[in-house]
């Protein structure tokens, strides 16, 4: 370990607030609102709350996944909530998730109008909600389901660890990078070996499995989260990366995964939903943009 100094710790752990690293701003040991904020409720039965993160883009590609299948109840606004600005300690966004993440829903088409927070718990919701994306045979269910449990499970190596280390903290330390360079990679190999035998990951059904695992691994075999590529040497994991570009290539992938972006380029953000209009009604902002811009 090359570590340039030994941590000892305390009898008693306490918060430093100024501990360092990107997202320093909004951890703390706390839960809880720290300012009130109502959240706007928009016109369709359901609202999301989100951020174009790989947990927030589960959501949104869902949802238009089934709007893809004509399942008009799955209509949506979708409000970003920024989480560098603390967004998510607001009082309004606490109701709906008490755990201060995101993303989270407003289902108010029963009574009482639901919340669904944690993105595997919303992908099985709306999956059973709608019949859709979830297999009805009990055997390709129980796989379903393993996969779908499966990258809740492991992607916080991935993000919390991996990415963390390796691409947010302001000291770059061996010991940790490697530790879960490792297990991330042993990761990609189970993908990679599942997917040499297998279309998607519940055979050759596309299901909410593929929805939850696409915005970690497949948007990391990518080159969209991380900057990591070559340095996990992605391309060596050949059948991953097959169905990282297959699926990519979906219509409602590619809408989903920009709603509630709000970083990158112009073209990839749409920072807030209400109707399918307003995807092609930002494609024609960005054409009149381009052609003032050449006159």
């Known amino acids: 370990m090359n570590d340039s100094s030994q941590y000892t710790p305390p009898k008693v752990w306490t918060w430093d607030a100024a501990n360092g690293g990107e997202w320093d701003s909004i951890n703390r040991p706390i839960a809880g609102p720290t300012h009130d904020k109502t959240l706007p409720t928009g016109k369709h039965p359901i609202q999301v709350y989100s951020l174009a993160t790989p947990n927030g883009v589960k959501v949104t590609a869902m949802l238009e996944e089934l709007l893809e299948l004509g399942l008009e109840g799955a209509e949506y606004d979708a409000y970003p909530i920024r989480i560098g600005d603390g967004d998510q300690f607001g009082s309004g966004f606490v109701e709906v998730n008490p755990n201060s993440k995101i993303p989270a829903i407003m289902d108010h088409s029963i009574s009482p109008p639901t919340r669904v927070f944690e993105s595997g718990a919303i992908l099985l919701y709306l999956a059973e909600k709608f019949g859709a994306l979830l297999p009805a045979d009990a055997a390709n269910r129980a796989e379903c389901l393993s996969w779908l449990f499966w990258q809740i499970g492991s992607a916080p190596y991935l993000g919390g660890g991996f990415g963390h280390f390796y691409k947010y903290a302001d000291e770059k330390f061996e010991y940790s990078i490697n530790r879960y360079t490792m297990e991330v990679k042993r990761q990609l190999d189970v993908l990679d070996r ?27 075999v990518l080159e969209n989260v991380y900057d990591a590529a070559e340095f996990l040497d992605v391309n060596s994991y050949t059948h991953l990366v097959r169905w990282a570009n297959e699926i990519a290539l979906r219509t409602a992938i590619q809408r989903g995964r920009i709603v509630n972006r709000t970083w990158g380029t112009l073209e990839e953000q749409l920072h807030e939903r209400h109707d399918a209009s307003d ?17």
């Open 194 to 220: 599942h997917l040499s035998i297998s279309q998607y990951m519940c055979r050759d059904e596309y299901t909410i499995a593929d929805i939850a695992i696409w915005p970690w691994y497949g948007a990391l």
């Open 279 to 295: 995807f092609e009604r930002r494609t024609q902002d960005k054409l009149e943009d381009s052609k003032q811009l050449s006159s």
